[in-house]
């Protein structure tokens, strides 16, 4: 199965939902320092693994749940399986976790390279972009 979503309608949503995906980082950082009685937090390895549950829930609860970020809500296309069925949670964790060699460019590059256009993440997670007409 191929894709229809475009390139550029994929970065515009992906830009949509980094932008997100920021201010829960800067909300989290804020309980944090407030918590921490305003000192800087000074253990990342703590931040990470306080803020990567939170990013993957508001990636993967989208993608299973509703088919759709709000990114993608916004540029008008969900996320399923080839029979059009929702993805399940571990394939939103092995999309999220190649996505971020897509966001390298490496696995958007792949997407030109391939006859079915999907990006290395799409492609080996089996999750589809689909156009949504309204």
Do not use: C
């Amino acid at each position: 199965m191929q894709s229809n979503v475009s390139f550029l309608r994929r970065l515009g949503s992906i830009t949509y939902d980094l932008l997100l995906v920021f201010s829960f980082v800067f909300f989290i950082a804020g309980i944090v320092i407030l918590i921490n009685q305003k000192e800087p937090i000074t253990n990342s390895l703590f931040f990470y693994l306080l803020t990567l549950p939170v990013i993957f829930s508001y990636f993967s609860i989208s993608w299973v749940k509703g088919k759709q970020t709000l990114g993608m809500r916004a540029w008008k296309f969900e996320i399923t399986q080839q029979d059009g069925e929702n993805v399940t949670y571990k394939q939103s964790l092995l999309r999220l976790i190649l996505a971020i060699t897509s966001l390298a460019g490496i696995g958007f590059i792949f997407q030109f390279f391939n006859k079915y256009k999907l990006p290395l993440h799409d492609y080996y997670s089996k999750t589809y972009l689909t156009e949504i007409h309204k």
